[in-house]
């Protein structure tokens, strides 16, 4: 594609989801993210990330400007009601999931190995055990729940900082 057509596209891809969020229009929302989601599957589907490196980086190149238009979307009907329009754009986002998984593949290899946890001293597992017990208590209200979650998760953390510490 030449730069003007990159161009385009990607403003199209921007503001197909953005305008009818604007207008805070459900469905108008949905229509245009399908027409912006069936440009992103050609896309995906004419640059097939699986096969090569430099396929993959402009597959995801398509779909994350595509979710980046999704998200900003959900943006500006935040105060209104962004739980319909966010999960319109969760699941449309699904190929760009898809492409950066390909993207990153070679690193998410070295990424899972027991090395990882040694980084920093331990003090990464210890992030990464804090990080995994916010993301649960995220979906938890009651604040005694929380607490119990928290204060193990800190623990948890502590623990492993102490284990995979050198």
């Known amino acids: 594609m030449k730069d003007w057509q990159v161009a385009g596209v990607s403003l199209l891809l921007i503001l ?3 305008i009818p969020s604007l207008a805070d229009s459900f469905f108008a929302f949905i229509g245009t993210t399908v027409v912006g989601l069936m440009i992103v599957l050609y896309l995906f ?3 097939k990330p ?6 993959s980086i402009v597959s995801l190149y398509f779909t994350g400007i595509f979710s ?3 998200a900003l979307g959900v943006f500006f009907v935040l105060p209104l009601h962004p739980r319909p329009f966010g999960i ?3 699941i449309e986002s699904i190929p760009f999931f898809i492409s950066f998984f390909f993207a ?3 690193i998410w290899r070295s990424l899972f190995k027991k090395e990882i946890l040694y980084l920093a001293d331990g003090y990464f597992a210890f992030v990464l055990t804090i990080l995994i017990g916010a993301i649960i208590g995220k979906f938890l209200h009651n604040f005694y729940e929380l607490i119990i979650l928290y204060t193990g998760f800190l623990t948890m953390g502590f623990i492993l900082m102490m284990y995979f510490r050198k």
Do not use: R
Not at 50 to 55: G, I
């Open 16 to 18: 197909l989801p953005v």
């Open 45 to 47: 589907w004419t640059y």
């Open 50 to 55: 699986w096969t090569s490196k430099d396929n």
């Open 68 to 70: 980046f238009g999704l």
């Open 88 to 90: 319109v754009s969760l």
């Open 104 to 106: 990153t593949k070679d």
